[in-house]
């Protein structure tokens, strides 16, 4: 039975439980069927080069992430184990699935608790190339969430019409080593075409109009690496003549096939590309 000083002991805590971030625990999640994919959440060491060797959260030691292939349709049961000290949330970008599996919070998707282990299941859909990613709401930590490599390749392979190619080249571009800058506006020769009028109005009106004058940090990064290796130091693509090769970079891009002779350095492919 309890007294009324634990009851108001216990009730205390309820605005503070309900401020916490949502956790999943493992022993509620586990159940006997063996997983189709395993990801740990934890530090280790990218090599973009030999003098640039980056310390950053990952997902099994790598980056970018391991391919986790899917099949358009057919369920599929990921474990993610968090070996850090605080909650994380893997967010599978581009699917249309549940929102406890999702992988955002504002969407009510259990945290992965600090050292423990959430299993998730879910039907992956639509087909295409996807990502998988941290999706904790960082503020000012430069050290978590997505200034960390804590992004993956997921594939879903279509039902119907896989497509016709010979290989496949995945390809994962990331920042490293953010920094805050204080600098402003980006300076102009770093901008792709030329000034729009119209936006460089809005902008002017808005400083303007604003009332701290003032603008705030902006976030910069040292380095940048496709499939985790700088321009010089990736693993060529070796292709051969016309042959069909599908080189995915985004789930919102088309697929491009490469119609080359030789070598293409990763950052510096040298084919040409032709429509499909």
């Known amino acids: 039975m309890m007294d009324r000083r634990s009851f108001l002991g216990y009730a205390g805590l309820v605005p503070q439980i309900g401020a916490m ?47 986790l292939r899917f099949k358009e349709g057919q369920q599929v049961i990921v474990d993610v184990h968090n070996d850090t000290d605080t909650p994380e949330l893997v967010h599978w970008h581009g699917q249309m699935i549940p929102s406890d599996v999702d992988g955002a919070a504002e969407e009510g998707t259990p945290f992965v608790p600090a050292h423990g282990m959430r299993r998730i299941s879910f039907v992956p859909k639509p087909s ?8 904790v709401v960082v503020g000012g930590d430069l050290n978590r969430g997505t200034y960390t490599g804590q992004v993956g390749p997921a594939y879903i392979e279509p039902r119907n019409n896989r497509g016709a190619y010979d290989r496949e080249v995945f390809l994962v571009m990331k920042e490293f080593e953010p920094a805050f800058s204080y600098g402003g506006d980006m300076a102009i020769d770093a901008l792709d075409g030329a000034p729009v009028k119209e936006l460089q109005r809005i902008g002017k009106a808005a400083d303007e109009e604003a009332r701290e004058k003032t603008k705030g940090f902006e976030v910069g990064y040292e380095l940048f690496g496709i499939n985790g290796r700088m ?41 040409d590309i032709a429509e499909p």
Do not use: C, M, W
Request: proline share 9%.
């Open 128 to 135: 295409g190339f996807r990502f998988y990613h941290t999706h």
């Open 231 to 271: 321009l010089g130091h990736g693993e060529p693509i070796r292709v051969k003549y016309a042959p069909v090769i599908p080189a995915i970079t985004h789930p919102h891009v088309r697929p491009r096939r490469f119609v080359g002779d030789g070598d293409a350095e990763l950052g510096d492919l040298r084919a």
């Open 21 to 67: 971030p949502r956790l999943a625990f493992g022993a509620e999640e586990t159940t006997a069927e063996k997983a189709d994919y395993t990801l740990r959440i934890g530090t280790g060491l990218v090599e973009l080069a030999p003098d640039h060797i980056v310390s950053t959260t990952l997902y099994n030691g790598q980056f970018p992430g391991p391919l």
